[in-house]
């Protein structure tokens, strides 16, 4: 994990839209989608539901 990874995933719980998320940190849509799936595959759970919009949080991302 790294403190963009960080940043990325505590943006994201605030926003909850991955689009919303990567215009304001000026960063593109799969290059952040990247960056969790990373954090997610690090931390062996999946943080968010994005299932579902506005996007949420899963159990192991409210703990995380």
């Known amino acids: ?3 963009k990874q960080l ?3 505590i ?3 605030k926003i909850r839209n991955f ?3 990567s215009e304001k940190l000026n960063i593109s ?3 952040l ?3 969790i799936i990373g954090l997610e595959k ?10 579902t919009v ?3 949080l899963t159990a192991a991302g409210e703990y995380f």
Do not use: I
Request: proline share 6%; net charge neutral.
């Open 33 to 35: 989608s990247k960056q």
């Open 19 to 21: 689009s919303k998320v």
């Open 54 to 56: 506005p996007l949420r």
């Open 1 to 3: 994990m790294n403190a």
């Open 11 to 13: 943006e994201l719980e």
């Open 42 to 51: 690090e931390l062996g759970v999946q943080l968010f539901d994005r299932n």
């Open 7 to 9: 940043q990325y995933a």
């Open 29 to 31: 849509q799969p290059a």
